[in-house]
């Protein structure tokens, strides 16, 4: 699903205009945005969490040559489903 999916989802299930259902949309992932650059934990009820983790270095290997690397420490966004959300795809499953 693209953004601009998402807007034409929004112009047509709320009857909001094109223009203004991106708007919609954009203020929605900068808001995300801003709060994981914040630290803060973005949580939205029956479909999951989105949080920022601190990875610790880690040795690696460089796939090209096969030299020994190591890996600096970073930072990295993390999804945890919710109770439902996993519940939901385990039934698509059967």
Excluded: W
């Amino acid at each position: 699903m693209t953004r601009k999916d998402l807007t034409s989802i929004l112009h047509k299930s709320l009857g909001l205009s094109l223009k203004e259902s991106g708007r919609i949309v954009d203020k929605f992932f900068d808001i995300i945005v801003r709060n994981l650059s914040e630290g803060s934990a973005i949580k939205l009820p029956k479909f999951g969490t989105l949080k920022i983790q601190d990875r610790k270095p880690r040795p690696g290997r460089n796939p090209t040559t096969g030299e020994k690397i190591e890996i600096g420490e970073r930072k990295a966004i993390v999804f945890r489903p919710s109770k439902e959300l996993r519940r939901r795809l385990k039934d698509q499953e059967k």
